[in-house]
């Protein structure tokens, strides 16, 4: 949600606040459609999800990745022991 109001922000500041209204304007419209396809995606899922389970193996995923990137970043250093700051 404050990722929206900073863009909304942004945009206002530079004189394009009327770009703003209409890339909202045309998200609303498209809503029903973006919820039906979503909901009809979790139906799909639920049924095939043995299928995509079979796709996505352990060794796609590097281990200790994610913990890597956020100690790459000061702000979340000092969560992390033997991290630097």
């Keep these: 949600m404050l990722a929206h109001i900073l ?6 500041l530079s004189g394009r606040f009327s770009l703003m209204l209409r ?3 045309d998200a609303w419209r ?3 459609e973006f919820w039906a396809e979503r909901k009809q995606l979790q139906v799909n899922l639920k049924t095939h999800s043995h299928a995509l389970n079979d796709r996505i193996t352990k060794r796609f ?3 200790g990745y994610l913990r890597q990137v956020l100690q790459g970043h000061a702000v979340f250093k ?4 033997g991290s630097k700051v």
């Design 61 to 63: 995923y590097r281990t």
């Design 30 to 32: 498209k809503a029903p």
């Design 23 to 25: 890339v909202y304007r």
């Design 7 to 12: 863009m909304i922000g942004r945009h206002t």
């Design 78 to 81: 000092h969560f992390f022991f």
